[in-house]
């Protein structure tokens, strides 16, 4: 199995565009996680996904930040517009079933928004 | 909601030492641990994790322990090597929301 898969690996946007990141669950997985990585504020989750439904998305920072995961084998997190603090670098995981587990995380997103 | 502390934020230890991180949590309902190791540049990778019916867990060099009337709990790792360099996250879960501790920079010296 590949793992998580996550793309792109690097972005650099400027302030305003829309950054679209994307993520691939390990197949069989139905649980699916977005979180941002920054040294000031460690690791957030952000929204989470149950059988590609999201359950809770009191995470998402504001309404800039949407996500959506259209089948079980993909989830977009989506940004618009950018702004510089948005920097960070954001983990997909996923899990293999509902409620409490390993969590597998992919190699994550570096956003830099200039 | 739950809210999960940990400490110390940097450890420096000698080759061979043990290293001992803990954590507290608030939430009564929390009942899964885990903790996770972010080696430089890295993702989050789970290392050991224990559920709240048990006390104690080991794994080679790497134990977890739980208190849960005290909501703490901790990771121990004897003999400590260089590639135990790294920083470890701790987390509380409560059903499917999992909330992750500021983490501990652990620098093991050869």
């Known amino acids: 199995d590949a793992g998580v898969i996550q793309s792109p690996r690097h972005e650099v946007t400027e302030m305003g565009q829309e950054v679209t990141l994307r993520c691939k669950p390990i197949s069989g997985h139905n649980s699916l996680f977005w979180y941002r990585q920054t040294m000031m504020r460690g690791l957030e989750l952000l929204i989470y996904f149950n059988n590609n439904v999201p359950i809770d998305d009191s995470g998402m920072p504001e309404d800039r930040f949407s996500a959506k995961m259209p089948n079980a084998s993909f989830s977009t997190l989506k940004i618009q517009p950018s702004e510089p603090r948005d920097s960070a670098v954001y983990f997909c995981a996923s899990r293999a079933v509902a409620g409490t587990g390993e969590q597998y995380f992919g190699p994550g997103t570096r956003l830099t928004v200039t | 909601g739950e809210n999960v502390e940990q400490h110390p934020s940097t450890l420096s230890v000698q080759e061979g030492d043990s290293a001992v991180i803990k954590c507290t949590y608030s939430d009564s309902a929390s009942n899964y641990f885990p903790w996770y190791k972010q080696e430089l540049g890295k993702r989050p990778q789970l290392i050991i994790d224990?559920?709240?019916?048990?006390g104690e867990k080991k794994d080679q060099r790497i134990a977890v322990t739980l208190n849960k009337t005290a909501k703490h709990f901790s990771l121990h790792i004897t003999e400590t090597q260089p590639e135990d360099s790294a920083v470890y996250f701790c987390a509380a879960e409560e059903g499917f929301k999992t909330i992750f501790g500021a983490g501990t920079r652990l620098f093991v010296k050869a």
């Open positions: 224990i559920r709240s019916n048990v």
